[in-house]
């Protein structure tokens, strides 16, 4: 469009309807994704709260926001990057612990060539939380 179309150039908006600019400066942006990533985990954190109260039912908000911002830093480290597959690998992290990923045979399943990172953790917890309770202590 060439009115009042907004191009992104090198921390720049250009508005080309009026010729206007504004520069937007790396620390702006910086605190614009922290915003975002903050939201993102509140948002992820009152889902679990709502929908799976058994996981998360031990701790505080504040503690669940923690805990959901550090799984989400751990499962972009995997690859993982759809907001189900990151889902899962959350949900997985607050029912065993945000060390899961560390267990061998979760982390060597997880970097394995093959299947995306995404449909991987998801296998991973299709297969996780459809084990009967029995089956899975032994």
Not at 36 to 59: G, I, K, Q, T
Request: a negative charge; hydrophobic letters at 35%.
């Amino acid at each position: 469009m060439n009115n009042g179309c907004i191009v992104w150039n090198d921390w720049q908006i250009r508005c080309t309807a009026n010729n206007g600019m504004i520069t937007i400066r790396p620390e702006q942006f910086e605190r614009f994704e922290k915003a975002s990533s903050d939201a993102y985990h509140r948002d992820l954190s009152e889902f679990f709260r709502n929908n799976c109260p058994e996981l998360v039912e031990r701790m505080d908000d504040a503690t669940l926001n923690e805990r959901t911002a550090i799984l989400v830093g751990l499962s972009r480290s995997f690859g993982i990057t759809s907001p189900e597959g990151t889902a899962a690998y959350v949900a997985l992290g607050l029912a065993a612990g945000p060390s899961f990923d560390t267990e061998p045979s979760v982390c060597n399943f997880l970097r394995m060539p093959g299947a995306p990172p995404d449909i991987k953790i998801r296998v991973l917890f299709a297969r996780t939380a459809g084990k009967p309770e029995s089956s899975a202590n032994g």
